[in-house]
């Protein structure tokens, strides 16, 4: 996600020690940590639900796709088939 290396991490530690003091740094990164879980588990949910909605219009679609295809299926059976004509070929009966 974010591309930090090792010295980026590095000096961020270095200005929180002395801003926060090192009393402080472990209670403020327990609670960083907190927050950041918080945020991972809110986008994972969000991103979840996102997925789930997709996959419920795609499930709307193709139902809506078959029921088109029941109807017209439907509409083909009720119609009566054209009736075929009997064939009027006479046969000899003259034994050839």
């Known amino acids: 996600m974010f591309d930090i290396g090792f010295?980026?991490?590095l000096v961020?530690?270095?200005i929180?020690?002395?801003?926060?003091?090192?009393?402080?740094?472990?209670?403020?990164?327990?609670?960083?940590?907190?927050?950041?879980?918080?945020a991972r588990r809110f986008v994972s949910q969000v991103k979840q639900e996102v997925e789930e909605e997709l996959r419920a219009e795609e499930l709307r679609q193709s139902l809506e796709k078959n029921k088109d295809l029941f109807d017209l299926d439907e509409t083909i059976s009720e119609?009566?088939?054209?009736?075929?004509k009997p064939s009027h070929s006479k046969k000899?009966?003259?034994?050839a």
């Open 12 to 14: 961020i530690l270095v």
């Open 92 to 95: 000899s009966d003259d034994g």
């Open 16 to 38: 929180l020690l002395i801003v926060v003091g090192p009393e402080r740094l472990p209670t403020v990164a327990r609670t960083t940590a907190l927050w950041i879980r918080k």
């Open 79 to 84: 119609k009566p088939l054209p009736k075929p």
């Open 7 to 9: 010295w980026e991490i």
